[in-house]
């Protein structure tokens, strides 16, 4: 008897901010496979029978392989199990979803993909600021601010991050933030740009930083990363720049 997997989104980690349907998932769940910043308060909403299994990876941590991850999800629902691969944000943004879909689609276990709230949209809403404004930003783009090796990407499409006319989301950016903002800078973009640093959104820890590009990338230049954040820059519409 084949199982099912349920890649869920879990949103920022504000368990009021999860969708019904993945509070459906979770509760109907026989196992729970969760990344670190899915976890906390959003797992409990899973039935008290089901398995936790922590699967997640941060930068210079421990963390599960992504072969492990995917041969668990083939594991469990080929013993006919129903399966929720729990991550956080939205699971299609930064969160290596097409490697596990591809695993469980070779595999012929059905699945679903449960959207959820996008970290950046609850940053953007914890700070009182729209990602768009009339006239004056009229594109979102989101990116990671470091490949495999944990450094700045060899392909940055400069002239795209430094556009003026477009609102910058950072997914783990705040170690090579500084490399971004020189060259964001040296390509034309203000130093005085509006950014926001924002850590742990979500969490009770949550903090959020208003600055400029300039401004962020002195502080953030050598500084070791507490929390995980996210950096976002352009047209922001917010007042009182420190």
Not at 116 to 131: E, K, M
Request: glycine share 12%; net charge neutral; proline share 5%.
């Amino acid at each position: 008897m084949g199982g099912f997997v349920s890649f869920v989104s879990s949103g920022p980690g504000d368990p009021e901010l999860i969708t019904l349907k993945a509070v459906d998932r979770l509760a109907r769940a026989d196992v729970v496979l969760f990344d670190d910043l899915a976890s906390g308060p959003v797992l409990g909403h899973a039935g008290r029978a089901a398995e936790l299994i922590g699967v997640g990876k941060r930068a210079g941590r421990p963390s599960a392989k992504q072969d492990h991850v995917n041969a668990l999800l083939v594991e469990h629902a080929r013993a006919g199990r129903r399966v929720v691969r729990l991550k956080s944000g939205d699971a299609g943004i930064f969160g290596r979803l097409e490697e596990e879909l591809h695993a469980v689609t070779e595999a012929g276990i059905a699945h679903e993909i449960v959207p959820g709230v996008p970290s950046a949209c609850a940053a953007a809403a914890a700070a009182g600021i729209p990602l768009t404004r009339r006239m004056t930003a009229r594109r979102v783009q989101f990116i990671t601010g470091a490949d495999v090796t944990g450094g700045l990407p060899g392909d940055v499409n400069w002239a795209a991050l430094a556009d003026p006319a477009a609102t910058t989301v950072v997914f783990m950016g705040q170690r090579t933030f500084t490399r971004l903002a020189e060259g964001l800078i040296a390509h034309g973009l203000s130093p005085d740009t509006p950014a926001l640093l924002a850590e742990a959104v979500g969490h009770p820890e949550q903090a959020l930083i208003r600055a400029t590009i300039a401004g962020l990338a002195r502080r953030l230049d050598g500084a070791k990363a507490e929390h995980p954040a996210l950096i976002l820059y352009g047209a922001l519409a917010f007042d009182g720049l420190a």
